[in-house]
């Protein structure tokens, strides 16, 4: 039956019905507490709610209306939508992430492969090298490095620096300059008098060798490069073999001792071939001069041979490169370096040191012409052709009486 308010009248006969306040109030107390927390009440009846007794709204979209439904579905869409950009942008992290490592990996294998063994030649190397200068217009400006040629064969106790190059590199330009210094050059190593260049390496390693050749020819070094003559051969079959045009045959005299027959021309030459002409004296009938010249051609065929590899290929192609070649240059470097040098057309000049044969206490020294020298070096300082004719000719005039070298040779790739 429906309550109607206690100060309505009712029907005839009948008594107002008096609500007693406080009783109420005290069971819609009880009926609160029989409630289980957080639990919802059902909604009062129609009647209730429209006597406004006890109102009812509920909370969020009324689902029977059709707008209410589209703009639910549309959030939830967004939602989805979401989740999916996020999970996609998670996997290309991932995957740059497992990348990314890898990458840094490898070349961190490719810069191990090319620094030296031991940190105590690393941190020597360091203290005798002399940064390069970098101009705010040009970038890096011309310096030196000095290539050494460190040939231990079996039964050796020790290295020996048979290969000496100093060569002065200029990005900028696309210039590089070689001029070989003969391994039985004669000089002063402090503490140990007069003896033959390639002493220096056997008393004070790398850093001795940096230290005698710049002090002998008065110019700063930045980089150096050893060259492992045991990987040589491993090299050049890596790369495909390097072309090389080779002045004279390596048997003139018939006393070759390298087991290898290779004649004048230009020609492809393989891992075996390229070891044998850079090694081979006692066939040439200007013994280590001709050598000095076979090791510049081969060093230059081998440089061409880089220059060549795409961008994409030369981390590979230094990889290769690292098998037999130990320096202070890192990859980055020797990228970075290669690619100014790709994007110009390089320039190679190829000189030997003036220099003659002489005996001194029964020992034979290679003695290098001071005034000729000296020229040489300004002109190669100066970024020009080393071979000054008035050089080239007094070397050739001598060459076959008394061991002269001859001059040397320019080309351009």
Known sequence: MQDRPHNEPGKAGEQPVRVNRAAASHGADARRRQTPSGAHRAPASGQARAAGASAYRPVGPDLAKSQDIIRVRKKRKKHSGR????IVLAVIVCV????????????????????????????????????????????????????????AREGDTASRSDVIILTRVDPSDGLITMVSIPRDTMVEIEGHGRQKINAAYAYGGAAGAVEAVSSFAGVPISHYAEIHFEELETLVDM????????????????????????????????????????????GYIRGDFQRADNQRILAEAIVKKVLDSSPIDLPGTVQQLASCVSTDYGLTDIIDLAQQFQSTSVTFYSALAPSSTTTLDGVSYVVVDPSGWAAMMERVDAGEDPNAAGIEATASNEASTEGESPGAEADSA
């Not at 989740?83 to 996020?86: G, M, N, Q």
């Not at 840094?104 to 360091?126: C, G, P, V």
């Not at 073999?241 to 004048?264: Q, Y």
């Open 83 to 86: 989740k999916a950009l996020l």
């Open 96 to 151: 740059f992430g497992v990348v990314g490592g890898a990458a840094a990996l490898y070349f961190n294998s490719i810069n191990q492969a090319l620094s030296f063994d031991d940190k105590e030649t690393i941190e020597s190397l360091k203290s005798v090298l002399e940064p390069v200068v970098v101009d705010d217009e040009r970038g890096e400006q011309p310096y030196y490095v000095l290539v050494l040629g460190s040939d």
């Open 239 to 282: 790369l495909g073999g390097v072309w090389v045009d080779v002045p004279v045959t390596n048997d003139e005299t018939g006393s070759s001792n390298s087991g290898v027959r290779i004649e004048a021309g230009e020609q492809l030459l393989n891992g075996e071939q390229a070891l044998a002409f850079a090694r081979e004296r006692y």
